[in-house]
């Protein structure tokens, strides 16, 4: 057990160093021999969000290319938004716009899937319409009315 030789306040002195743990062996091993020192902090700094997202902080880039700014994802990023977008059909309304609850209904009445769906205003006249299940999305992307 450690001493940090502190005077009955609880506070250890201020040259302690946080990072340093004790390891302690059961197979026979001494205490003073197990103690190591352990750098929980290894040379990179990383910041919180990168912690968070396992040190991957290059996921996402925004630059400037002839004054339009521009976002490039890293390909762990593209696979994970592929992956999402993939029973995902985009529908741009014509002509006079409906309202939500009857674009919904209208499509349950024409293309009537088998499993639910979701439906997103994505604002312009756009939504988009993410199936669960395979074969309403190919059946509505060859013989869609």
């Known amino acids: ?18 990072n340093t743990k004790n390891v302690r062996f059961n197979e026979g091993f001494d205490e003073e021999a197990a103690a190591m020192a352990v750098d929980s902090n290894p040379t990179l700094n990383l910041s919180w969000k990168d912690k968070l997202l396992g040190g991957k902080s290059r996921d996402v880039s925004m630059t400037m290319v002839n004054g339009i700014p521009t976002i490039a994802f890293s390909g762990r990023i593209k696979e994970i938004l592929f992956k999402d977008m ?14 939500y609850n009857a674009l919904h209904n209208r499509i349950l009445s024409l293309w009537k899937p088998a499993k639910p ?12 319409v993410k199936f669960q299940d395979n074969e309403d999305y ?8």
Request: aromatic content about 10%; hydrophobic content about 35%.
């Open 1 to 18: 057990m450690q001493n940090f030789g502190n005077d009955g306040d609880g506070d250890p002195p201020p040259d302690w160093d946080q």
């Open 86 to 99: 993939e029973l995902t059909i985009v529908l741009k309304l014509l002509g006079r716009s409906i309202g």
């Open 117 to 128: 769906f979701h439906l997103m205003d994505i604002t312009n006249g756009y939504f988009l």
């Open 138 to 145: 190919n059946r509505v992307l060859t013989q869609g009315q």
